[in-house]
């Protein structure tokens, strides 16, 4: 009995927590990215000190994820909430590649 509940457990965990197939593309980066345009979501990664004043109107946070690649979203200044209105990559554009992720997929 005590297996069966281990195996039921692990099955059900691998079931959730998906996987990444595939070749790491840019496109799929960019994707991942545009997710975000729009949205009053500031990614978690970026805390208030990563956030920089990009122009007048417009604060940049940066951010290194995948390694190498160091990109930064870029969100309002003047209305709240504050929104992610873009991104741009700073450096390391060759690094920034990402395998597509899928969940429950069978």
């Keep these: 009995m005590r297996i069966k509940n281990i195996i039921f457990v692990f099955i059900v965990c691998s079931t959730f927590s998906g ?13 991942s990215r ?3 345009i729009g949205k009053d979501h500031i990614p978690k990664s970026f805390g208030t000190d990563s956030r920089n004043i990009y122009s ?3 604060y940049m946070y940066i951010s ?3 390694k190498g690649c160091i ?7 003047d209305n709240n909430p504050e929104k992610v209105i ?3 990559i ?3 554009k060759e690094y920034c590649k ?3 992720a899928w969940a429950l997929s069978f």
């Design 19 to 31: 996987c990444y197939i595939g070749s790491p593309s840019y496109e799929v980066f960019e994707r």
């Design 34 to 36: 545009n997710y975000h």
């Design 56 to 58: 007048e109107d417009k």
């Design 64 to 66: 290194e994820r995948p």
């Design 71 to 77: 990109i930064g979203y870029l969100t309002n200044r």
């Design 86 to 88: 873009g991104w741009i």
């Design 90 to 92: 700073l450096s390391g």
């Design 98 to 100: 990402e395998k597509q």
